[in-house]
């Protein structure tokens, strides 16, 4: 069984891995929503208890099919997000996002409300585990948005807050307004900008960190090839062109160090993340339900000191080429 961490100071028990449910919206290759709805039944079963999904993924759709899953198990946590505007009559701010198109954006407290209460509904809760604020709205002070999100906590429709995409600096100002259990932020062997400030702060607030896609987009499971046309990481510069297979020769060491340890790469990858302190949450996701086991037995990989700095010079930070995701 995979143990228990908790979400911040004061929040919430979780299994040490949680399950990313983005996944099923066919962002990676074709979902089917009976299959996903087992998917997330086995990793409930393996003690991933926290389901992770936002408001924009498949435009509200997830949550529906998240809040369908779960309904009746007590030992789900339930986590979604709101700011990305997917709803055509909506303002929001445009944010680049470096990859070739824009987010829109809407951090203001009237949205939040309504997003909120839309996210409740597809849900089918009155109560959400945990509500992240998705990308902070340029155009909205932070601690606007925050105060919005801390009045739902105090209306009993939110138990815990968190942010997404976010600065130290604005986790320092979100904090001030109301306390943050948990902050989701993009952190692998693939991408370890975290480790330089956010982390630092995170832990002096007794916050704890969500690593999406800890698996790198499915890079450090080490199967990547070409790449299906629908596939939404034809935008990310890491697999365009040339950086695929330069990313590939680079990343190889790794692949071979997982094969001497007789784990997978994708194993290796979680273990180290589960390595880098109890306050670090990975949120792997997977449309195939044995998948779930794959990544569930990284969980009781133990890798000693000398193993992990063998990791740490195999996959230094900086070594992936290609720009990153904000």
Known sequence: MIDKRSLGTG?????????GAMVLEGYYGASDDAEAAGTIHRALDAGMTMIDSADAYGNGHNERLVGSAVRGRKDAIVATKFGIVFEPDESGTDLPTGW?????ING???????AL?????????????????HYPDPATPIEET??????????????????SNVTADQVRCAHAVHPIAAVQYEYSLWRREAETSLLPTLREL??????????????LTGTVGTLDKNDFRQHNPRYAGPNL???ADRFAPLVQFARELSITPAQLALAWLLHQGRDVIPIPGTRKAARID?????????????QLRRIDALARPGLAEGATLL
């Not at 929040?11 to 399950?19: I, K, S, T």
């Not at 704890?208 to 499915?218: D, R």
């Open 206 to 219: 007794g916050i704890a960190l969500v690593a999406w896609s800890p698996l790198g987009a499915g890079f």
């Open 146 to 163: 925050i105060g919005a999100m801390a009045a739902a906590v105090n209306m009993g429709k939110v138990r815990h807050l968190g942010l």
């Open 11 to 19: 929040g919430p028990q979780v299994g040490a891995l949680g399950y």
């Open 117 to 133: 209460d839309a996210s409740l509904a597809r849900l089918g809760v009155d109560t959400i585990d945990l509500w992240y604020l």
């Open 108 to 114: 203001r407290p009237d949205y939040a409300s309504r």
């Open 100 to 104: 070739g198109f824009s987010l829109k």
């Open 245 to 247: 297979s330069r990313n």
């Open 294 to 306: 794959e990544n569930a037995k990284s969980a009781a990989i133990r890798l000693d000191a000398e």
